[in-house]
């Protein structure tokens, strides 16, 4: 979102430096969750106010988790009362949430004016040596247009790319979640880690990702350190590059298959950019080509097909493709959701297919799954979601349409 954009729906009243009175009917209030810094501060220098407003307002947004200006207490009256005239904290709805006895916890979303539009959200906790993490997986589309045949979302096609505030919103909710009933001086943030890797490619959304990372790093608001926020991409290679000049992020791949003619299969936009362009791609993101890089590995996602990817020759293709790229690989237990053509790979498999790639030295995890209970893969809460809303529209319909009847015939 530029402030160009947020500025445009704003009538400001040229010497109080409020909204007109003759607009403020038609005023739509700027959402400044979704706000960057640099955003925010161009957003209050336009007031008239001191950048450095931007920063403590972001701290009492993101920090305190504070949505009513009245509480942001270092902050003067009478900017106070201007913001409250045209501006808002205002995150996705919550219209549906699971939370696992083994800790996940996942969220159904609306965004947007009632257009329907439903994201998934989910936390996963894990203890490991450096203490105690819950990572959230933010979406970043409504949908996908890249159809990966493994994935339960590319089913639902692409709707539309998410704002800043609603990416952002995510985040947001997730920590919420944790302290709802905590006074709001002892707020803390909970979650420790990011991945954008839920529904949509978030380098196909790039402006309003990059813009909600830069937020999530930033001290102002999350604070968080760049190896915690993870951005998960299928391979759209020249965004890649240009993600490496932009922000400084750890990167995932989700690779899937060893070779082109599988990965054609798999992941589609392969047939655009083959995994020799997208290995390269990599490499010059970690700094591989001879460039400097702060970066060590990329991470490579790899789920679990029966019988499709999981043979011990897709193993040592793997280790061919990647001997050249620092990487550590996850390999995912395909989570089947209905209609599903694959199934997920025994257990024996992927131990085989883990043991081939960690005997050649690369470091190599199982994904736990976790929240079973509560759901299964990513993009399938939100079309049961979205099937229970069809449903009970339908059937509204169907209860106004029998009393107009009644009505008609009485
Ligand atoms: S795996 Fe990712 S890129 Fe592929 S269809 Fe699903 S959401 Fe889109």
Redesign the pocket.
Known sequence: MSSEAVISSVTIDENTKAPSSTSQDAVQKVNLLGMSRAEMEKFFEEMGEKKFRAGQVMKWIHQFFVTDFAEMTNISGKLRAKLEQICEIKAPEVVHRNYSKDGTRKWVFRVGDGDGSLVETVLIPAEDKTGSRKTLCISSQVG?A???SF?S??KQGFQRDLTQAEIIGQLWMANLSYMEDVPVIERERSVTNVVMMG???PLLNYDAVLSSMSIMLDDFAYGMSKRRVTLST?GVVPKIDQLAQDIDVALAI?LHAPNNELRNEL?PINKKYPLEQLIAACQRYIGKDGNESSRKHVTIEYVMLDGVNDHPEHAQQLLKLLKNLPSKINLIPFNPFPHAPYGRSSRNRIIAFQKTLSDAGFVCTIRQTRGDDIDAACGQLVGQVADRTRRAEQWKKKIAEKSEIIRTEG
């Open positions: 996908c890249l159809d990966c994935c979302t590319g529904m949509g490619e299928s989700s992941v």
